[in-house]
């Protein structure tokens, strides 16, 4: 059964950091590019960063840059997110998802094949 599964997610004072990470089962991440969207109350759901399958290069949004960084752990069949310098506009339920064909557009939900559950995120004082 194929299973993504979030985690790492919960209150965060702005500033500071969470690392979510996106666990599989019943495929091998690597095979796949893996992409973090998040979705706040009352907002579509955007595409945050990505992963790609073949060189592993990553791709963030833009309001992301410079605070946040995917990475991949093949071994533990696991993506995460590092986040940095939290704000509360970063607040939102994190979704990860796989693809497993090519990405032509990586922050569009309809590239993707498989989903998680999501992790809440929230950064407040």
């Known amino acids: 059964q194929v299973q993504l599964v979030e985690s790492g997610g919960g209150l965060v004072q702005p500033g500071g950091s969470l690392r979510l990470s996106c666990a599989a089962s019943?495929?091998?991440?690597?095979?796949?590019?893996i992409g973090w969207f998040r979705q706040a109350p009352g907002k579509e759901r955007e595409g945050v960063s990505y992963i790609s399958s073949s060189d592993g290069s990553p791709g963030y949004t833009d309001s992301v840059k410079g605070r946040f960084t995917i990475s991949r752990d093949n071994a533990k069949n696991t993506v995460y997110l590092q986040m940095n310098s939290l704000k509360p506009e970063d607040t939102a339920v994190y979704y990860c998802?796989?693809?497993?064909?090519?990405?032509?557009?990586?922050?569009?939900?309809?590239?993707?094949?498989?989903w998680g559950q999501g992790t809440q995120v929230t950064v407040s004082s």
């Open positions: 998802a796989a693809a497993g064909s090519w990405l032509v557009a990586p922050f569009e939900m309809g590239e993707y094949d498989y």
């Open positions: 019943g495929f091998t991440l690597d095979d796949y590019a």
